[in-house]
């Protein structure tokens, strides 16, 4: 393993695990809460995608 393989430190974006958290809650949670929490997700999930492809990031 090279010095640069071991430097390359792999990075979460954390706005997306949120959204895919508000995701589960809006299944299983089938009320009009569970419709605002997918609509929050699925904005918050639409922000997350344009920061990871603007940071260069992983996760898509």
């Known amino acids: 393993m090279t010095h640069s393989e071991v430097s ?12 895919l958290v508000l995701g589960i809650c809006s299944i299983a949670l089938v009320s009009s809460m569970g419709f ?12 997350c995608l344009v920061e990871i492809k603007h940071l260069d990031q992983e996760g898509r």
């Open 36 to 47: 605002v929490l997918a609509i929050v997700g699925l904005f918050l999930g639409i922000i």
């Open 8 to 19: 390359k430190e792999i990075v979460t974006n954390g706005k997306a695990i949120v959204s």
